[in-house]
């Protein structure tokens, strides 16, 4: 199965924009669909984005539409989530995930995860 790699997290002002990179080895990357989960001081981790191992379903979180994208390059074993407009309220680790294929919100449906990677928004 495939390992994950977070990158791309740091300290950016509010308004700013971010692109995190995932990059995976040891598996086949196109047979996994990838998920975009972040944790909060003191919160819950929750869902961001998730893209399906063809690309062919997106979703976001409504907290974050139309401001971050979810998106992989299949060729590069890599998927990236390209953040916009940058809030306070975003600051977070933010881990990628992977599952067999298909899509998901849900937490408990991945079994892969990276180790996380800070963002830092200041107002």
């Known amino acids: 199965q495939v390992t994950l790699v977070e990158s791309g997290g740091g300290l950016v002002q509010a308004g700013g924009s971010l692109r995190l990179s995932c990059a995976a080895s040891g598996g086949t990357f196109s047979h996994y669909a990838l998920g975009w989960f972040r944790q909060a001081p003191g919160k819950d981790r929750e869902f961001v984005a998730t893209?399906?191992?063809?690309?062919?379903?997106?979703f976001v979180d409504g907290s974050v539409k139309g401001r971050f994208t979810i998106s992989r390059d299949n060729a590069k074993n890599t998927a990236y989530l390209q953040m916009n407009s940058l809030k306070p309220e975003d600051t977070a680790v933010y881990y990628c995930?992977?599952?067999?294929?298909?899509?998901?919100?849900?937490?408990?449906?991945?079994?892969?995860w990276g180790q996380g990677t800070q963002v830092t928004v200041s107002s």
């Open positions: 995930a992977a599952r067999q294929m298909i899509a998901s919100t849900l937490q408990n449906d991945y079994n892969i």
């Open positions: 893209i399906s191992w063809h690309s062919g379903t997106t």
